[in-house]
């Protein structure tokens, strides 16, 4: 059997078969009258749920992050390790959730999966909503919960996969740039929309203005998301498809994980990714540790009204990061990134005696920007490099063996830069205990992401080096 790759002169014309199940069977984005026929038209409908569903994915996964700041006034007493534990236990679930979930849509069918997984998302929903309603309820009863949000990380795996197979290769990165950006926006709107419903919930029950919200209250953070869930999995079973050929490559991800570069820019995507959600995470209890006279807004704490303007500027960045990477290289923005963090970590660990609130959220935001930049440039090398690695390794290998290994880096990599979510509260728990202050992890992050501006330079940059000359 030949294994050239199609092309609009090569490909042959075939029309869709529907089957039982909102199945289909021929499809082939490659063909330009298939696609222009009837495939754009289904795919845009498949991107659309898919976001929605994606977007709630990543709502529930950063719950926590929003919640741990009201638990004390809702009558929750845990030390500061506890409450680092239950805003990184989703980071952890979520990132180990995505290897197996980037094949569970050849198992069951994109549409399938998108339907189960959207209702997954009631289980912490719900859990979260019983926790928090009784001050009562034991530690480890909570972590359990808030690590069953890591439902929500995973969706992003099996969400990319899923719409990997809609798209020809020509329009595959803008698809997935979609996808992508718009459930990194349900980490902003879950910070933003949260507060305000509880504080709402607590103005309607109390009578009161100002305050975080009660037990009872609270218990708004996780069922005012049910109704949107239940849309989601709604929808996608009356709109979304199953493709028949979406078949796993589990034989690709095994020679993904031999490659030596797979781990360089997996460390690379902690970087990048990780910060973004990392910080995401601990941006609300930073605010409201460092600033407590900010505690008292009309609508709530400041930490919960300002929060989600580091998730929301971080999600707004990563495209701009991929036509950055598209123009100048992947690697020299990377290395740009990494320069960036870098110094407005170090300009935040200055900054800090003034107990200047603004300047803290204003170099917050560049080190946000700066991540979401780095995500879109670092996504962008993965294609250049593993094709530059599979020529290498197999002198004149075919489009599709390297279209293999990207396809499956870009999975391992996205869930091993997802464990940043979970190192960056853990240090940051660990300094502020051992220390009573955050500026050793700081500095700790500083030192890290020079280390991996270093790398990212010697490898990819650093005239001579063999990827260097691919451009990537």
């Known amino acids: 059997m030949s294994t050239a790759p199609q092309t609009a002169a090569t490909v042959q014309h075939v029309s869709l078969d529907y089957r039982a199940g909102r199945w289909i ?146 329009e595959k990165g803008w698809a997935l740039g979609l996808n992508a950006a718009g459930g990194n926006l349900g980490a902003a709107i879950s910070q933003l929309a949260v507060p305000i419903v509880v504080s709402l919930t607590a103005v309607v029950v109390t009578g009161g203005i100002g305050t975080h919200g009660t037990s009872g209250t609270l218990a708004m953070a996780g069922l005012m998301w049910v109704p949107l869930i239940l849309i989601a999995a709604f929808g996608a079973w009356r709109k979304m498809n199953n493709l028949s050929h979406a078949k796993g490559d589990f034989a690709g991800s095994l020679a993904a994980l031999k490659e030596p570069h797979l781990w360089v820019v997996a460390f690379l995507y902690i970087g990048t990714f990780g910060s973004f959600i990392g910080f995401g995470g601990v941006f609300p209890k930073l605010i409201h540790d460092i600033f407590p006279a900010y505690s008292t807004f009309a609508l709530g704490p400041a930490a919960l009204s300002l929060a989600f303007l580091g998730p929301l500027v971080g999600s707004m960045s990563r495209p701009y990061g991929g036509k950055l990477a598209d123009r100048f290289g992947g690697a020299r923005i990377t290395v740009m990134s990494f320069a960036v963090m870098a110094v407005a ?105 020079a280390l991996m501006l270093g790398v990212s330079w010697a490898c990819y940059l650093r005239r001579g080096s063999a990827v260097a000359r691919t451009g990537a």
């Open 25 to 170: 069977e021929h499809w082939n984005p490659e063909d330009p009258e298939q696609w222009e026929r009837e495939g754009r038209a289904i795919a845009r409908r498949n991107l659309s749920w898919s976001i929605f569903a994606e977007f709630l994915g990543f709502v529930v996964w950063q719950l926590w992050s929003i919640v741990v700041v009201s638990l004390p006034a809702a009558g929750f007493k845990f030390d500061t390790s506890q409450t680092f534990w239950l805003i990184s236990m989703p980071s952890l679930v979520g990132a180990t959730l995505r290897i197996p979930y980037t094949f569970t849509v050849s198992r069951f069918g994109g549409r399938n999966w998108t339907i189960v997984s959207a209702l997954l998302l009631l289980i912490p929903t719900l859990g979260l909503a019983a926790c928090v309603a009784n001050p009562s309820t034991p530690f480890w009863l909570m972590l359990l919960v808030a690590g069953l949000s890591g439902f929500g990380g995973g969706n992003f795996a099996s969400s990319m996969a899923n719409i990997t197979f809609f798209y020809p290769a020509k």
């Open 345 to 449: 970590t170090l300009a935040l660990i200055a900054t800090l005696p003034l107990k200047n609130f603004w300047l803290f959220l204003g170099l917050f935001l560049v080190l946000f920007a700066a991540s979401g930049v780095g995500n879109g440039s670092t996504y962008r090398m993965i294609p250049v490099i593993f094709a530059r690695a599979s020529r290498a390794a197999r002198s004149g290998a075919a489009p599709s063996h390297t279209a293999r290994l990207s396809s499956a880096a870009l999975g391992l990599i996205s869930a091993i830069g997802a464990y940043g979510g979970f190192v960056i509260p853990q240090l940051l728990g660990a300094s502020s205990s051992a220390t009573g202050s955050y500026v050793p992890a700081f500095f700790g992050f500083v030192g890290a992401y």
